[in-house]
């Protein structure tokens, strides 16, 4: 076992139908895993970046189950930008969602939820969302920023760095 597998894989969303089971295949396979909920010990809060620092301490790899914010266009280059800033290697793997879909169907997602994810597929991610607007400078009073700008103020505080 290298020693990457050898460090816990933390698994987000832990307590959530896929990552529950992700959990169990891990552990049943001998893996040292990491639960990250809000829940778990340490807690974890995409909502709240305090939370991250504890729960990525030590971890060897992450499993990300699906989040919208994945999906939309726009994510891979994001997620470029941080490894960027922050120097590290980051991967981001892209699947289609015929791909999805047929993994919901696999871990027993119900018909109606896959038929409503399928649903948001075509709706909300088939690109007619993605146009400019003011909503940015009307809800914060200024001017959008890079995301690149972003990166690289927040790479600075570490957020994004291993810890050992």
Partial sequence: ????EQKPVLVLG????????????LTSLG???RAG????????????????PAVLS??????????????????AEAVGEIAAAAG?????????????RAAMAEHGVPPEVVSMVEHLFAE??????????????????????????YARRTAPTGVWNPLT
């Fill in 14 to 25: 832990a307590t959530g139908r896929t990552g529950r089971r992700v959990l169990e295949r």
């Fill in 37 to 52: 909920s809000r829940s778990a010990t340490p807690p974890f809060d995409w909502a709240d970046p305090a939370t991250w």
């Fill in 124 to 149: 909300v991610l088939d690109g007619r969302n993605a146009h400019l607007s003011d909503g940015v400078r009307r809800a914060l009073g200024r001017e959008p920023r890079d995301f690149a700008d």
């Fill in 58 to 75: 030590g971890v060897g790899a992450v499993y990300v189950s699906y989040q919208p914010d994945l999906a939309v266009p726009g994510a």
């Fill in 31 to 33: 893996r040292p895993v």
């Fill in 88 to 100: 590290r290697d980051v991967a981001f793997s892209s699947i289609s969602p015929e791909q999805y």
């Fill in 1 to 4: 076992m290298s020693d990457n």
